[in-house]
C-alpha cells in the first residue's frame, strides 16, 4: 500500500449487504468512501455484473435504476483480462472457486487487503502467509476516521 492510499478489494458479500438497504453500516461507510480522496475500491467486474443480476431478481428496480445505482457504486471494476494471470497463484491460496477471483485481484493490485464479511472464509493459513489481509467494517471505519476528505 501507497503511503496514504488506500487500495482495497470488495468483496461480494459487502456490496450485496449495502445494495440491498440504505440503512446499513455498510451502505453508509460506501457513502462516506465517495468524499474521501485516498481510499479506491476494487472487485472482479463479474461481482458488477452478479450485482446488477440479482437486483433485478430481488428488487423492483427497473434496469436504469439499476445501472445508475451501479455506477454510483465507488468502486472500480477490474476486466478479467488484467488479472488472468493471477487466477493460478491464488487457487493455491483458497479453496472456494468463487473467491479466486478476488484473491487474483488482491495480488494484482500487490496484495491490496480484501474488505470481507466472510474473514474467517478468507482465514487461510496460505492466504496469511502470502500477505494478503482481511478487512471488516470496523477496519474501514478506522481507514475512514484518518483519511482526508475532498
Known amino acids: 500500500m501507497v503511503q496514504g492510499i488506500h487500495i ?10 449495502a445494495a440491498y438497504s440504505k440503512n446499513t453500516q455498510t451502505f453508509n461507510i460506501l457513502e462516506q468512501i465517495k468524499k474521501k480522496a485516498n481510499i479506491f475500491l476494487f472487485s472482479p467486474d463479474f461481482v458488477g455484473e452478479e ?11 427497473t434496469p436504469n435504476e439499476i445501472n445508475l445505482l451501479e455506477s454510483e457504486l465507488p468502486i472500480f471494476w477490474i476486466d478479467k483480462e488484467d488479472y488472468k494471470f493471477k487466477l ?9 472457486i468463487k473467491d479466486i477471483a478476488i484473491v487474483a485481484c488482491s495480488l494484482l493490485l500487490n496484495k491490496a487487503p480484501i474488505w470481507t464479511f466472510d474473514v474467517k472464509h478468507f482465514d487461510t493459513k496460505k492466504l496469511k ?20 476528505t475532498y
Open 88 to 96: 493460478n497463484e491464488a487457487k493455491e491460496l483458497i479453496a472456494d
Open 8 to 17: 482495497i478489494i470488495i468483496d461480494t458479500s459487502v456490496l450485496f449487504s
Open 129 to 148: 502467509q502470502s500477505g494478503v489481509k482481511t478487512l471488516t467494517n470496523n477496519d474501514i471505519r478506522s481507514i475512514l476516521r484518518n483519511s482526508p
Open 51 to 61: 450485482f446488477k443480476e440479482k437486483l433485478k431478481v430481488k428488487t423492483n428496480l
